[in-house]
Each structure stands twice: as structure tokens, then as C-alpha cells.
């Protein structure tokens, strides 16, 4: 490609840095002119909090990129080591899942003109079950064997017959070319359907929670793959390759980046950067299975960059909506210098070709050949790429193979009965069910389990100013800075109770619907709306879930900010104690998933002194509660309610058997009668 640097390497991160701003803004202008946000983002985006909610994910999304500059600095084997286990983490890999026997299974074989086709299915897990189309020549191998390719299949839908018929093509060329290829289907869109689509449509916001996505499934699928083929007699261990389009194309770096098997990677229209996912809005034209869980804040091209040094092929096209071209030659150029520190410059390229998203006779060209260059030592150029191809000009698609001939499981009985396809996502990440305290250590037992929820969830609460600025109107509520360029509204008492309570209430509202609450005798009542929450709510359409996905993809959930938003409101209601005077009590409140926001709040700061909740979530996993990015990898809400004690806690609540951890949590700290949850109809 044409990016070749003259610059000599920088030495300091400063240096770095000073390079990254002066080649973004190159980047942008080269750019082709494509207004991609507003097709794919909201057109009726008329909330009043549209405005603000898109400046802080843009702002955000500014501060996560310029960290790109960490690695523009020589590469160095601990950071690298660590960089990968985050990389795991955000995958729901760590601890990564055990190599079960995969009970490699061929259901069905079919002989073609240079090639054999074979039927197989195999368990990632037990229960987990992938099923394939195993491509390989029909002479016999060489010494050593053949080169392998894991080939991930794109988002075509092919029914019963699973995606990878859809691909049939590139696993013919393969086979006829000397490789052994695996064309594998993927978790949605295969013979057993499940689904990409949790936060996109579903409704399954306990995905963020529990950590879940599944890129983790495809990208473990792909490890199990390699696994496979590097166990085959016919395939040489030491030369595997991964590639594939859109989805395919994303699976393609998942599965290069965590294993280093994987010896060149050319992935397809699969990647671009947080830029293009979210002030550009091309988040709305992507499923789940796009994005890791970024809980440690990483700018996008970082995936990618764990490539290096193995060979990487970053292929897109220009007039590709959702892989805008804008994107792809930032992505690429910070890709030039990664792969220039390491000494492997000559081993990064980047292809562009003329159209939409597709494959068309260049991409095929260039993507065999690269694979044939580092897999098969042979350079030449490629001319036979567009033969045998599936025809997807018409209405019906023609495919070599009738598709029905590929399937691995022929009829809906064959499915093993065992399978967990359908429910993984409620079981490939582990809960976090920590050891309950022993006698006398809850204090150091509570200090580790905060460490962790600081670590994993939340992450934001060290960059919290001392203070907010805040606007004082004379009438209506006050408008908290609580995040730079974000403002929340917080409803003050009247002055005469201000004056005279002896103890502030904080009602953290959840939804600006509900009938404001009432004063009552002595008490200074707030009440909070925090981001999302009336002045401040946006245009929620389902799907996309455009702000709600865009705050995943920047490590944050929108009740993490609500959390920051309380302990914000929290700091000026103990500033309007008058000077010199006693500090008055801090009680919290809240009713729903709004409870848990205030008590998560209460958890992290000492201001308050009592916590009130209403009918909260008993877990994560509810279709109510509130998420959290990770939460469920630590602990569900009736441990980290506990998290609370000694300070008094109520709870009423219509299960009050699902709070029992909280309940011996508070006798463990010593404190059992000052936790109460009361049964209510």
C-alpha cells in the first residue's frame, strides 16, 4: 500500500503522540467525502438529550483513540503479555475455556473435480457444536502435509443449510490449490441457529453485564479450529492461515489476535475504528458479534495490532458503508507504523478495491495470493480466482452444490439433543460467585471484591473530579456538570426544608414518568435524573440501540454513568450543608434499576450514611436491571448489596428469599439488624 514512512521511530510516548496528531487529521482529509452517520444513526432524533448524549460519546470517543499512541513505542514483551490477557477478557475468554475433546464427527462426503468435500461437525465445548464443510485435494498430501485454512463465513443467510454453503466457492479453491481448508459456520447463522443480535434487538442488556458477546464464541470456535486442522495428518501445524468476509472478517482478527497458530490472517470488510462505530454511527449497521465487551477502553486498531508481526492483509472497499474508507486508511496507517516497530513492515499490506460490500475478482486475487505467498511460498499472481463461484446476482442464488448437499446435520432429528448453541450466552462466560467472608474478615474480604468491581466495572470512578460545576436557577432544578460536556438535573428542597431538616434524601430516578415523591417530616428531599433521564433523555429506537451500544463499545454502560451522575449529585448535596455546621445524614433511594444505580453509588462513596431500595433487580440476568459492563463476572446484586454493610440498608421487594447473601453478609460484618428486606405483594 502507499503509506511508507520517512520519520524516524520516535523514542518517548510524547513523541508518539505528537506524530498520531498530526496524521489523523492527514487521514481525515484524505478521506472520500461519505456522510455515513445520519443513514445509519437516528433521523428522528428529536429527545432533548440527543445533542449532548452524541458530544460526550464523540468527546469519549476522541480520548479512547488518542491512547493509540502506547503503541507507536517499540514493542516490549510485558506489555505485550498483558495487552493480550485484557484482549482475552474483553472476549469473555479468561480464564479460557478448557480443550474438551472436540469428537470430530464426519456425517457426509462428496468427490469433486480436484477436491473432497466432507460433512463434519465439532464440540468447542461440550454442548457447543460447530458445524463445517472440510474442503481438501484429493491427491495425496506432500511431506509435511498441506497448509490449512480456517475460512469464517460473513453474514449470508442460508437457512437449515447453514452460511458456509454461501462459501462454498473459496473452499473449492482452496482444496483445488493445495490447502485443507475448514469453512466454518457461524453461531447465528449456522445449522443451529442462535443469535448475533442480543443488545442490537433482543433486548438482552445482561450480555454487557455478563461480559458476553459473541465475537468470544466465534473467536474460541476459530481457536478450536485450528485445533482441528493441526491435528489432521494432511495438514501442516506450521501453516495455517484465517480469512473471510464482513462478520468473517471480524472473526478473522478475533481469532488471529489470541492465536498465534494463526501464521497470516487476511481479514475482509471487517474492521474500522471507534471514529467510524460511533460519532459516525456505523455501529447501527452491525450485529454483536462485531465487537468485544472494551471494558479496558482500547482504541479499535489494537486488535488488530496483535497481529504483528505475522503477516496481515487488511482488505476493504471504497464505497463500503459500514467499512467506510475514511476509517480503513486510519486503521491501515496505524497498522504501517506497528508493523514498521517491529521489523515486519514488508509483512502488512493493504488492499482497496472499487464497490460496495462484496467480494469481487481483485479481493478473491489478493487474498489468495498474500495466503500463497507466506503459506505456499508462491508469490504469482492469481488469475483463476472467479471460477466455480456462487452467483448471488439473481433472486435465488446458484451455488455449485446444491446447498442441501453440505449440510452436516440432513434432517432437524439429527441435531444432537445435548446441544447449547441456543442457550451459550447464558453459560460461556462464568458467573462470579465469590467465597462469602470468613469470621472477622469482612472488611479485607469487601476490599478485594471493591478492587475488582474498580478493575473490571468501574473503571471511570478514579477520573471523577472533586467537584462539579453546577448551575443554581432561582426556580426549577439544577443543572450538575457531572462528566465534562454532560449535565444532569438535580431537583433541590425548598429552602425552608434546606434550612431546617436534620437529614438529606437522594431519589435517584429511573424513568422521568414517575410521580415526583413527597418530602417527609425533617428531611431534605433531591431527586436526581440522571443521563438518559428527562432533560437529558435520548431517541431510543430498538434496534439499533445506537447510544446504549456506543457506550459498550467505549467501556461504559449508561448506569455506570448514572452511577457517576449520583455520586456527582452526592458532592453538591453535602456542600449545601451550611458552613461550619455538622454534616446531616445521606440517605439514597430508589425504586427498580434506579435502586441499584443509588446503591452501587452508595457503595463507592462515604457521604452516604443509609440506603432505601424499592423493588430492586435480585439479578443482572432480570430483563429490568440496570447493566453493568462485567458486573455478573464479579458478583450478582445480592452480594454487592452487601457491599453496603454496616451502614443501614432496606429492601422491599416481592422475593425476599433472593436477597438471603445479602442478609448473611450483614452478619458477617457484624451489623445483622441493621439490613432489612421486607416482603410487599
Known sequence: MGFQSTVSLPATRDAVLSIVARLVPLLLLLAPAIVLGQPLNATDATAPGDAMIDRWLAARTTRIERTIGDDLLPPDATRQARLRAEYLFMLGLDPLPARTPLGTTVTGRLEGDGYTVEMLHYRSLPGLIVTANLWRPTAPPPEG???????????????????????????????????????????????IAATHHGTYREGRWWWQSRGYTPAGV????????????????????????????????????????ADERAKVAVPVS??????????????????????????FQWPWTRIAALVAPRPLLFINSDADPIFPMSANERVAAILERVYALHGAGDRFDAQVSLGGHAYRADIRAGAYRFLGSYLQDDPRPVTDG?????????????????????????VDADIPADQINTTIDARFVPLGRPEPPRPGSFEPWRGRLLDTLRRQTFRDLADLPASSAVERPAHGPWRIESEPGLFVELFPPTAAALATATRHRLLVRGDDTEIPATAKEGEALWQ?????????????RNPPNHVERSMALLGDTVAGGQVRDTLAALAVIR????????????????????????????????????????????THMAPDA????????????????????????????TTPQAFADTLSLYTAAGSPETCTVSPVD
Open 270 to 295: 471487517g474492521m474500522a475504528d471507534l471514529t467510524a462505530y460511533v460519532p459516525d454511527g456505523c455501529v447501527d449497521g452491525h450485529c454483536d458479534c462485531m465487537f468485544l465487551v472494551n471494558s
Open 386 to 410: 472467479e471460477i466455480d463461484l456462487v452467483d448471488e446476482r439473481g433472486a435465488t442464488p446458484v451455488h455449485p452444490i446444491p446447498p442441501e448437499h453440505l449440510r452436516v446435520f440432513p
Open 626 to 653: 440496570p447493566a453493568f459492563l462485567n458486573i455478573l463476572r464479579v458478583a450478582d446484586a445480592p452480594t454487592l448489596l452487601g457491599l453496603i454493610a454496616p451502614r443501614p440498608l432496606s429492601i422491599r421487594t
Open 528 to 540: 436526581l435524573d440522571p443521563r438518559g433521564v428527562g432533560a437529558g433523555r435520548w431517541t431510543r
Open 575 to 618: 456542600a449545601a450543608d451550611p458552613d461550619g455546621s455538622s454534616p446531616r445524614p445521606i440517605e439514597v433511594a430508589g425504586s427498580g434499576a434506579a435502586g441499584l444505580v443509588a446503591a452501587y453509588a452508595a457503595i463507592f462513596s462515604p457521604l452516604v450514611a443509609t440506603v432505601d431500595l424499592d423493588h430492586p433487580p435480585s
Open 218 to 257: 466465534e473467536c474460541w470456535n476459530g481457536i478450536r479450529a485450528i485445533d482441528l486442522l493441526v491435528d489432521r495428518a494432511d495438514v501442516d501445524p506450521n501453516r495455517i492461515g484465517v480469512t473471510g468476509i464482513s462478520g468473517g472478517g471480524a472473526a478473522t482478527l478475533w481469532i488471529a489476535a
Open 145 to 191: 502435509g498441506y497448509p490449512g485454512i480456517v475460512y469464517c463465513c460473513g453474514h449470508s443467510g442460508r437457512g437449515r443449510n447453514g452460511n458456509k454453503t454461501a462459501f462454498q466457492d473459496h473452499g473449492i479453491w482452496f482444496a483445488r490449490h493445495g490447502y485443507v481448508c475448514l469453512v466454518v459456520d457461524t453461531l447465528q447463522l449456522g445449522e
